[in-house]
């Protein structure tokens, strides 16, 4: 049971980390979510802050954790999303995407395949930061202080019963009014941790930073699937 959840065995599963980082910035990014009166005014300024970057670059630490089938992953990985652009790199595989092809080069196997985006599926930044802007309820749980830092401690249920998870957790530095954590607890017992250790906007982005460059790589397959 425990291979199913390494990260380097699947690009399923890739995908659908992909997926869980890309809704952290959704939440981030939506001002509009069904909220108290408190909550929705975080929100907001999370949105209003967030939204005034052209771009964002984050690093973090992952963990996947499910007590009952003692399963403890942890690994570290970075994105950088600029509209429909976007990069991701995590356990030896990168998802690179111009807004037109993506790559997904797998370090191990030595191949890159590209594809076109589909336009049906929801692995598009800016088609996942609409969708996910009604979909939660939201609730301020506490304010505390860590370190010196007083955090948010927000929690987000979906209204979607199908979505395929409880709830998420989301914790806000309040001075910066920035993401500093996101934990996704599904129906299967699963917690997704992401610790973010490193948050910036508007960095310098090489003219080629969301395209694949096959020399950079020596010997690379190229597998074009469109």
């Given at each position: 049971?425990?291979?199913?959840?390494?990260?380097?065995k699947t690009n399923i599963n890739l995908m659908k980390l992909f997926k869980q980082i890309i809704l952290l910035l959704a939440i981030a990014l939506s001002g509009s979510l069904q909220a108290q009166p408190n909550?929705?005014?975080?929100?907001?300024?999370?949105?209003?802050?967030?939204?005034?970057?052209?771009?964002?670059?984050?690093?973090?630490?992952?963990?996947?954790?499910?007590?009952?089938?003692?399963?403890?992953?942890?690994?570290?990985?970075?994105?950088?999303?600029?509209?429909?652009?976007?990069?991701?790199?995590?356990?030896?595989?990168?998802?690179?995407?111009?807004?037109?092809?993506?790559?997904?080069?797998?370090?191990?196997?030595?191949?890159?395949?590209?594809n076109e985006v589909n336009e049906d599926e929801s692995f598009s930044p800016t088609k996942l930061l609409s969708s996910y802007s009604d979909d939660y309820n939201a609730t301020l749980e506490k304010e505390y202080?860590?370190?010196?830092?007083?955090?948010?401690?927000?929690?987000?249920?979906?209204?979607?019963?199908?979505?395929?998870?409880?709830?998420?957790?989301?914790?806000?530095?309040?001075?910066?009014?920035?993401?500093?954590?996101?934990?996704?607890?599904?129906?299967?017992?699963?917690?997704?941790?992401?610790?973010?250790?490193?948050?910036?906007?508007?960095?310098?982005?090489?003219?080629?930073?969301?395209?694949?460059?096959?020399?950079?790589?020596?010997?690379?397959?190229?597998?074009?699937?469109?």
């Amino acid at each position: 049971m425990k291979e199913q959840y390494d990260l380097c065995k699947t690009n399923i599963n890739l995908m659908k980390l992909f997926k869980q980082i890309i809704l952290l910035l959704a939440i981030a990014l939506s001002g509009s979510l069904q909220a108290q009166p408190n909550s929705q005014k975080i929100l907001d300024d999370l949105a209003n802050k967030t939204n005034a970057a052209k771009n964002i670059k984050v690093a973090f630490s992952y963990k996947m954790d499910n007590a009952e089938a003692d399963i403890h992953e942890i690994t570290e990985g970075s994105l950088v999303v600029s509209g429909d652009k976007y990069q991701l790199k995590i356990a030896g595989q990168e998802i690179i995407c111009d807004g037109k092809t993506i790559w997904t080069y797998i370090a191990d196997a030595e191949e890159v395949q590209i594809n076109e985006v589909n336009e049906d599926e929801s692995f598009s930044p800016t088609k996942l930061l609409s969708s996910y802007s009604d979909d939660y309820n939201a609730t301020l749980e506490k304010e505390y202080t860590e370190n010196n830092r007083a955090y948010y401690l927000m929690k987000l249920v979906p209204k979607d019963k199908n979505s395929g998870f409880e709830y998420v957790h989301l914790i806000i530095e309040k001075d910066k009014m920035q993401l500093a954590a996101f934990n996704l607890y599904d129906f299967d017992h699963n917690i997704f941790s992401y610790l973010i250790k490193e948050y910036l906007t508007n960095v310098a982005l090489g003219e080629n930073a969301f395209t694949f460059d096959a020399s950079k790589y020596p010997g690379v397959d190229i597998i074009d699937m469109r």
